[in-house]
């Protein structure tokens, strides 16, 4: 990117990036100054190029691409003289670089499909022209605008029959995909028998498309189906549908699944959950193909047990999210697993020393919890672990060590030993997550890191703080080890705050450069059933405080929070928070925190060699795997203690120019 150097539309699009001020305040800044003909027609030419670039798609996250087409949209829009060619391309450079399924750009993608719409009819190729009118009609649709949505997909449609007519192989997977569309908003707007109909041809013109489109279309008529009382063809064809996804994706040429097609798939598997067939087969009933939008919505079908699998497509396989509600009853009719589950967590409280004793009577009660926890649970995690499996608990399961599960009851045998074993604060948050596979992106420079804050409020809770020499120890020596990576100050020119000097504030105006690394190495604290970091003085930061005063964090940084309890979470408000949730709800793509308490020294211990693996261009995950597995042959405990949150498979991008 050094030839566009001097490019005013590069430098506000890596402006934003780096501030993080968000599209409008950028498509805003490009228009003036093209207004004031800062920007020329090379200028335009140049970008166009790199976004359409293979360079481009490989090398650019998702969200940076489309920034820079909408930047390129608007400069393309805003200028005084540019000819009709020029705008199309923008306009079709914008509309293309915006995936399926993102409801924060449907009116965007609206916008950019009705501008290159507007070329005359002499100069739109017809093919093109279908294109454009089906995804406008789609966006609309899902904008609510559903009567217009259906005028535009007719008139799609009524292109795709003709050109499909000469070139039926080239074109029946458009006229299947648009009767698809079509269907789904006839539907939405109460014309069942219309929609119907449509699936009904999709199906017949599906059959030399992809396989994904080809599921997609049996199962929204599988749908149709069962909603007409025709139950038994519902659920049927909504098997053969869920059998092609599978099919298709044990392929691996089919890794990434298009997210434009997790509504219609978790519909196949809703009938499927309504299949009393599927009692005897529970680990693939609970096969959910592509993040569904709440995996709780399964709990409530037809007498289906609660607790549920998903699968959710990230970068390095298949993670699955194992929700285990408190109070899910399985086959055993109780939820005997939790009670198993405490009475592993009071032998891990118990190991304020770690012995070799202690460790078999943890190994012990892991074992007993592995025993209590459902059996397709099990069939999971004793899976080969290539794929990761994620955790998602409630307020009362979270307090659990179940990482510390042992199948045989050897301590050599722990789980969290063999996997990542991430936790996901709820489904939606965690597919947020996988999207920020690199921490510090686009690459920032910057550091926050505070220690030993010398906390002075003495209360019933919180008590008094003692000094954590190993804390500011550690402190100062990752300060020094981010320095020599590139990394510079977030505040006042000091990248590390210790002891007195660690005031509440400097770590919120730290948070507002958007650091790439925030390290915490302190005493966290539970106050009036709620947890908190402890800065000096008596500065105390809660979760909601954290959310109400920070700034989204732009370069989705990497979290580790090296404090007693700060990986708890709870219910408030009938939410789940804490202070883990609370950083990955700002952007950070990963937090490393404990729910128990730590010691100084091992607790340092476990930082220093964490971080060796991040910067080596380990992911957070196998970074968090291989600091337990070494501390774990050196026979302590902070091994099991501290948890990895968000997307495991995010790896550390290091200062450099973007």
Not at 196 to 201: L, S
Not at 319 to 339: C, H, K, M
Not at 402 to 409: D, F, K, N, V, Y
Request: proline share 5%; hydrophobic share 45%; aromatic share 6%.
């Amino acid at each position: 990117m050094e030839a566009m150097a001097g490019n005013p539309i590069i430098e506000i699009w890596r402006e934003s990036l780096r501030s993080g001020g968000g599209l409008d305040a950028a498509r805003e800044a490009v228009a003036a100054r093209a207004r004031a003909g800062d920007i020329s027609r090379e200028h335009i030419n140049q970008v166009g190029a790199f976004v359409e670039s293979e360079k481009a798609k490989a090398d650019l996250p998702g969200d940076a691409r489309i920034l820079l087409a909408a930047l390129l949209f608007e400069a393309a829009e805003t200028h005084p003289s540019l000819d009709d060619q020029l705008h199309f391309a923008t306009r079709l450079t914008l509309w293309q670089a915006i995936p399926g399924g993102r409801p924060d750009l449907l009116r965007l993608n609206a916008e950019a499909a009705q501008a290159a719409l507007a070329r005359p009819p002499a100069d739109l190729p017809e093919a093109v022209k279908a294109s454009l009118l089906g995804d406008l009609g789609a966006s609309l649709a899902q904008l609510g605008e559903r009567r217009e949505a259906v005028a535009l997909l007719q008139q799609a449609l009524a292109i795709y029959r003709k050109r499909a007519k000469a070139e039926p192989a080239a074109f029946e997977p458009d006229v299947a995909g648009t009767l698809n569309n079509l269907g789904n908003v006839l539907r939405a707007l109460g014309d069942r028998d219309a929609a119907r109909q449509a699936y009904e041809e999709a199906v017949a013109q599906a059959l030399t498309a992809e396989p994904f489109l080809q599921a997609r279309v049996r199962a929204n008529l599988a749908g149709a189906l069962y909603d007409a009382g025709e139950r038994g063809r519902g659920i049927k064809l909504a098997r053969t549908a869920v059998e092609m996804v599978e099919i298709a994706l044990s392929d691996s040429r089919q890794a990434d699944v298009r997210y434009s097609f997790k509504e219609e798939i978790e519909g196949a598997y809703r009938l499927l959950l309504c299949d009393p067939k599927l009692t005897q087969d529970t680990l693939r009933a609970h096969r959910v193909v592509e993040a569904l939008r709440e995996g709780e919505t399964l709990a409530g079908f037809g007498g289906w047990r609660s607790g549920l699998l998903a699968i959710q497509r990230s970068h390095d396989g298949v993670v699955f999210l194992i929700n285990l509600p408190t109070g899910t009853r399985f086959e055993t009719g109780d939820a005997s697993w939790v009670n198993a589950g405490r009475r592993l967590l009071e032998e891990v409280l118990k190991a304020e020393e770690t012995t070799q004793d202690r460790r078999v009577q943890i190994a012990a009660a892991g074992r007993e919890l592995w025993e209590a926890t459902p059996e397709f649970v099990r069939e999971v995690l004793a899976s080969p672990p290539g794929g990761g499996v994620a955790l998602s608990l409630d307020p009362v399961t979270g307090l659990l060590p179940l990482e510390m599960m042992s199948p045989t009851g050897k301590p050599e045998d722990f789980l969290c030993v063999a996997r990542e074993m991430p936790r996901a604060p709820g489904e939606r948050l965690f597919r947020d997550c996988l999207d920020r596979s690199r921490m510090n992106w686009p690459a920032g420079d910057r550091a926050l890191v505070f220690g030993n804050p010398r906390h002075t409020r003495k209360s019933k809770d919180a008590g008094y703080a003692p000094n954590l020499p190993g804390a500011q120890k550690e402190a100062c020596d990752l300060a020094v080890r981010f320095a020599d990576r590139g990394f510079k100050s977030a505040v006042n020119g000091r990248m590390a705050w210790l002891g007195a000097d660690a005031w509440r504030g400097k770590f919120v105006q730290g948070l507002e450069a958007s650091p790439g690394i925030i390290h915490f190495s302190g005493h966290g604290a539970t106050i009036n059933e709620e947890e908190c970091l402890l800065f000096a003085g008596d500065g105390a930061l809660f979760a909601d405080e954290l959310l109400n005063q920070a700034k989204p964090l732009s370069h989705h940084p990497f979290v580790f929070l090296n404090s007693c309890l700060s990986g708890r979470a709870r219910a408030r408000g009938g939410a789940f928070r804490g202070l883990p949730i609370a950083f990955l709800r700002l952007g950070a793509a990963a937090v490393v925190a404990s729910v128990f308490i730590l010691f100084d020294q091992p607790a340092a211990s476990f930082a220093r060699i964490f971080y060796e693996k991040l910067f080596t261009g380990e992911t957070a995950g196998d970074a968090m795997l291989h600091t337990r597995q070494e501390l774990f042959k050196d026979n302590c405990l902070h091994w099991g203690r501290p948890i990895l949150y968000g997307n495991p498979h995010a790896r550390l991008e290091l200062p450099s120019k973007l």
